[in-house]
C-alpha cells in the first residue's frame, strides 16, 4: 500500500518562504507522476504543481508560476514543493497525490493516493 506524508506546513507572513515536502512508501515512487494541490476553507481542491516521472515536465497554476517550485528526489521517495514571495490567498491545506500512470494531469480525480494535507498559512 503507498502511503503519503506531507511536512513543512506552518504560518508565514507574507512575501515569506516555505518548503514543503512529501515522503512516499513503496517501491515504485519513480514511477508516479506526484502533485500538489491545495484547499482553501470552503472551496474545492486545486491543482497547484505536478511533476514527471523524471523531473523533466513540471507543469504549474497560473497563480503560483514564477514563486513556487516542484522537484523531486527519486532516491529518497520525496517530492518537494518550494514555495517563495507567498500571498494571504496561497493559504490552505496542500495535499501532495501520486497517479501511478507517466501521463501528467491537472485533475484532482486522476490521482490513485494522497497524504492527510499539511496546513499552510499566510498572514497579510
Known amino acids: 500500500q503507498v502511503q503519503l506524508v506531507e511536512s513543512g506546513g506552518g504560518l508565514v507572513q507574507a512575501g515569506g518562504s516555505l518548503r514543503l515536502a512529501c515522503a512516499v512508501s513503496g517501491r ?11 484547499q482553501a ?41 518550494q514555495m517563495n514571495s507567498l500571498k494571504p490567498e496561497d493559504t490552505g491545506v496542500y495535499y501532495c497525490a501520486a497517479r501511478s500512470s507517466v501521463v501528467l494531469t491537472t485533475i484532482p480525480t486522476q490521482y490513485d493516493y494522497w497524504g492527510q494535507g499539511t496546513q499552510v498559512t499566510v498572514s497579510s
Open 28 to 38: 515504485t515512487f519513480s514511477r508516479y507522476v506526484m502533485g500538489w494541490f491545495r
Open 41 to 81: 476553507s470552503g472551496k474545492e481542491h486545486e491543482f497547484v504543481a505536478a511533476i514527471s516521472w523524471g523531473g523533466g515536465s513540471t507543469p504549474y497554476a497560473n497563480s503560483v508560476k514564477g514563486r513556487f517550485t516542484i522537484s523531486r528526489d527519486n532516491a529518497k521517495n520525496t517530492v518537494y514543493l
